[in-house]
């Protein structure tokens, strides 16, 4: 993996991945969370980067808070749209905090035996709490949903129940960070648990340009605004979000080594203007 700010972030990422050399022995519904970017490639809005710097902060000083008798603030709630970059900006979290982070994922986590998925967590929990961990929660509100919905079943309340009491149990060395697309799913308690709120809005398109462009520089290329202007780019496309503008720049990338690999080489921007057509024609859907 490579990062465009420098070897430093290379050999971080290395000592972070030497964390994860016990994957094997991870309970159930834990998956390693391993960093794309770092938290300056994000180029997060003011607000936002304001935000996930104090929380950083608290986590960096929790010992000074907790002598003096504060309850330093750890566990953070993404709210936003799909593919807006909160499971990426959880990964530039824990990479900037130097810590190891694992992914939580439900499709291995819940069981259909009764009480099965509460053990689940609690195992979960006790290995998260050995050292520095970073936990997330993707699609948090498949697990946290309201208890008073009547079309959940007993099961899930209780899950929803010992989730709650391990999130208050959980010591400050544990950053617990969720996602969701669905902020008014999840339960009001499951709210209080998490002290700090980071909504990702919906980016402008004149933030996409400099994104691609970023993209772009992390495979070595740096297109020509003549003969590939990727403001112009932007408004063709039209993303609704960074997955679609991410997409976009992989499928040229792709294009642009398979076209050199069979021998009929072509520059970047003639990339970049072929998959405009071919988005243009919605084979994005198909990509």
């Not at 309850?71 to 953070?76: E, F, G, L, N, Y």
């Not at 699609?139 to 007993?154: H, I, K, T, V």
């Not at 709210?191 to 970023?214: G, K």
Request: one cysteine or more; a negative charge; proline letters at 6%.
């Amino acid at each position: 993996m490579q990062l465009a700010n420098g070897s430093g972030d290379s050999i971080l990422l290395r000592e972070i991945e030497d964390l994860f050399q016990t994957d094997t022995e991870l309970p159930i519904g834990l998956a390693p969370l391993r960093p794309k970017k770092n938290l300056k490639s994000l180029k997060l809005p003011p607000e936002v980067e304001q935000i996930v710097g104090d929380f950083m902060t608290e986590v960096r000083h929790a010992k000074a808070l907790e002598k003096a008798g504060l309850d330093p603030r750890h566990k953070a709630l993404l709210i936003g749209p799909p593919g807006n970059g909160k499971t990426v900006l959880a990964g530039a979290i824990s990479m900037e905090l130097k810590v190891r982070a694992f992914m939580v994922r439900y499709d291995d986590l819940i069981s259909k035996v009764p009480g099965e998925t509460s053990r689940n967590l609690l195992r979960l929990f006790s290995f998260a709490k050995r050292e520095p961990t970073l936990l997330f929660f993707d699609e948090f509100d498949a697990l946290g949903r309201e208890r008073d919905n009547d079309q959940e079943s007993g099961e899930m309340k209780r899950v929803v129940s010992t989730l709650l009491v391990q999130l208050d149990d959980v010591p400050s060395h544990v950053i617990c960070m969720a996602a969701t697309n669905h902020a008014q799913m999840l339960d009001s308690a499951i709210w209080r648990r998490f002290n700090i709120r980071i909504e990702l809005p919906r980016p402008v398109l004149a933030r996409f340009p400099e994104f691609m462009l970023d993209e772009f520089r992390r495979f070595g290329h740096d297109p020509d605004p003549e003969k590939a202007d990727l403001v112009e780019v932007a408004y063709r496309i039209v993303p609704d979000h960074f997955s679609d503008a991410e997409l976009f720049t992989r499928n040229v990338m792709r294009s642009f080594v398979l076209a050199r690999e069979l021998g009929h080489p072509k520059t970047i921007e003639v990339a970049i203007q072929d998959e405009l057509v071919l988005w243009a024609e919605g084979q994005k859907k198909l990509s």
